[in-house]
Structure formats: structure tokens, C-alpha cells
């Protein structure tokens, strides 16, 4: 297991689940990638993980539970009211920007429809989370 804290992705779609991992894996991010395929997977997994992850990288458009509620949780649970939660969805509605980031999300990401273009994104998306951005982790 790495030291480093774990990269949390919340995604259904096994084409852009693997095709985000990838992309991790290509811009050199060494942390454990966590994956939760439905809503309350990502919240038994957030929950349930020590120390708190780097990031959340969610999709809105879930099974069981909607990434709407699963940010609302976060951002209810006193220990993890402060994690970053990043939205990575298809979803361009208005609707769904301003409620994500009412509810608290650092950053709502449109996944861009061509490969290179959603590559580049997620990698970036990546180093600056899990590298760049000094965590709740560091020094705790």
C-alpha cells in the first residue's frame, strides 16, 4: 500500500473509469486509485478510508445514489467536510454546475468527448490534486 494518500474515483462507466485511470497512471501519479461504481460505494469508501484521500473525483449521473448526494454527505460529515471533491461528469447543465457548487465542490469538470483532449484533462486534473495541492494529510 502507498504512502500516499489514495485518489478516490466515483464513476460507472467502465470506459471512462479505465480510461481515467490511464490517464493517472500516465501523468505519473503514484497514489492508490479507490473505485466506487455507484453512489454509495463512494460513500462506504470515503467514509471508510484512513487517511482521508487526496481527492474525490465524482460523476453526477450514479446508480443508488447521485453524485449530488454523495457530495451533500461530504459536506455534512464533520471529518470530511473539508476533503476535496472534484466533479468529473458529461453533464454541461447550468442546474448541475451551481448545485455542485453550492453544495461545496472545489472544481466541476466538463469530461471532454475526444480521447486526447479528456487524456490531457484528467491528467492534469491528477498532478494538481494529488501533487501539486498541499492536502489536509500533509503535516496531520
Not at 473509469?17 to 460513500?43: D, F, K, P, S, Y
Not at 469508501?45 to 482521508?52: A, S
Amino acid at each position: 500500500m502507498s504512502a500516499l494518500p489514495a485518489i478516490i474515483l466515483v464513476e460507472d462507466n467502465p470506459d471512462d473509469e479505465r480510461l481515467t485511470i490511464r490517464a493517472l497512471r500516465r501523468g505519473n501519479i503514484a497514489n492508490e486509485i479507490l473505485v466506487a461504481r455507484n453512489g454509495e460505494e463512494a460513500l462506504t469508501i470515503v467514509f471508510g478510508t484512513n487517511p482521508l484521500p487526496a481527492v474525490v473525483l465524482l460523476d453526477l449521473k450514479l446508480p443508488k445514489i447521485n453524485g449530488l448526494e454523495v457530495l451533500r454527505n461530504i459536506r455534512a460529515n464533520e471529518r470530511t467536510h473539508l476533503l476535496p471533491v472534484v466533479v468529473l461528469t458529461s453533464s454541461s447543465e447550468d442546474s448541475d454546475i451551481i448545485e455542485s457548487y453550492s453544495l461545496g465542490a472545489n472544481s466541476y469538470v466538463r469530461k471532454p468527448v475526444e480521447f486526447d483532449k479528456f487524456v490531457e484533462a484528467v491528467t492534469q486534473l491528477g498532478l494538481y490534486w494529488a501533487v501539486i495541492n498541499e492536502g489536509l494529510n500533509k503535516g496531520l
